[in-house]
């Protein structure tokens, strides 16, 4: 094969594999970005950092690649995009959540097959510890909710997370300070046990994942697990969450 020196002698495919090469690059050097500035100044600040470096990121990468691919933008949305039936928009947003699932499940397989479970799941952990946050600052970002919007904004804000597209869930009000969650059919858990395989322990990463969510979307909020795998579990549930109010909160 022949040896390649410069960008001139590169095939069309292999010229596209180095745009999406790329693409990956970037995200990973925003992704790192991100989390070095977590590092040095803290997750507030990084937060308040990653607001403003989104929006001129994005406004310059979406206007330079409409340019160059031919589309237009309309306000921040790509024209095409837009003009998608509904139905077509509504299975993008599936298909995005379901990838989204996907590639969490990618990265803790890789942890798995190289390093072991224990590694895997203490990586897995950690990462749902600061993705948590970020995607409540980010949904409470997108719904304009206020610092304290209680136990109806913890809600709405658990409505629009991705898992919410993608599995099946319910809300019961245990008191008037209070709710319950409930994993009613888990995308994961289902795969499992349709492949004849034990429950995904879980529980340790939603220790993390739904407090921390619950007090980025309002610090008042207290999280309680009622029952997550390897916990025991009726078959209408996989796992459940109680989210109550403080009465003097």
Same mark, same amino acid.
């Not at 913890?154 to 993608?166: D, G, H, T, V």
């Given at each position: 094969?022949?040896?390649?020196?410069?960008?001139?002698?590169?095939?069309?495919?292999?010229?596209?594999?180095?745009?999406?090469?790329?693409?990956?690059?970037?995200?990973?050097?925003? *992704?790192?970005?991100?989390?070095?500035?977590?590092?040095?100044?803290?997750?507030?600040?990084?937060?308040?950092?990653?607001?403003?470096?989104?929006? @001129?990121?994005?406004?310059?990468?979406?206007?330079?690649?409409?340019?160059?691919?031919?589309?237009?933008?309309?306000?921040?949305?790509? $024209?095409?995009?837009?003009?998608?039936?509904?139905?077509?928009?509504? @299975?993008?947003?599936?298909?995005?959540?379901?990838?989204?699932?996907?590639?969490?499940?990618?990265?803790?397989?890789?942890?798995?097959? *190289?390093?072991?479970?224990?590694?895997?799941?203490?990586?897995?952990?950690?990462?749902?510890?600061?993705?948590?946050?970020?995607?409540?600052?980010?949904?409470?970002?997108?719904?304009?909710? @206020?610092?304290?919007?209680?136990?109806?904004?913890?809600?709405?804000?658990?409505?629009?997370?991705?898992?919410?597209?993608?599995?099946? &869930? &319910?809300?019961?009000?245990?008191?008037?300070?209070?709710?319950?969650?409930?994993?009613?059919?888990?995308?994961?858990?289902?795969?499992?046990?349709?492949?004849?395989?034990?429950?995904?322990?879980?529980?340790?990463?939603?220790?993390?994942?739904?407090?921390?969510?619950?007090?980025?979307?309002?610090?008042?909020?207290?999280?309680?697990?009622?029952?997550?795998?390897?916990?025991?579990?009726?078959?209408?549930?996989?796992?459940?969450?109680?989210?109550?109010?403080? $009465?003097?909160?």
């Amino acid at each position: 094969m022949k040896t390649v020196q410069t960008w001139e002698e590169l095939t069309n495919e292999q010229l596209a594999t180095m745009v999406v090469n790329m693409l990956h690059q970037t995200v990973i050097h925003y *992704t790192l970005w991100f989390m070095e500035v977590e590092h040095q100044l803290g997750m507030p600040k990084a937060l308040e950092i990653l607001k403003k470096a989104f929006q @001129d990121s994005y406004t310059i990468q979406m206007n330079r690649l409409g340019k160059t691919l031919g589309f237009k933008m309309e306000g921040l949305v790509p $024209e095409p995009l837009l003009k998608m039936p509904r139905e077509r928009i509504t @299975d993008l947003l599936d298909a995005v959540a379901a990838n989204w699932l996907a590639n969490d499940g990618v990265w803790f397989q890789a942890v798995e097959m *190289t390093s072991g479970m224990n590694d895997a799941k203490r990586c897995n952990d950690s990462c749902w510890a600061r993705f948590a946050r970020v995607e409540a600052w980010s949904i409470k970002e997108a719904l304009q909710l @206020d610092d304290h919007p209680g136990l109806e904004g913890l809600k709405r804000a658990l409505r629009f997370r991705m898992y919410f597209r993608i599995n099946k &869930s &319910s809300f019961e009000d245990d008191s008037p300070n209070s709710f319950i969650y409930r994993m009613d059919d888990c995308r994961v858990q289902s795969a499992r046990k349709r492949r004849g395989l034990e429950d995904y322990a879980c529980k340790s990463a939603g220790l993390v994942e739904y407090p921390v969510f619950a007090s980025t979307i309002d610090s008042r909020i207290v999280t309680e697990c009622i029952g997550c795998p390897p916990d025991p579990h009726p078959e209408e549930w996989w796992c459940a969450w109680r989210f109550s109010l403080p $009465e003097k909160a």
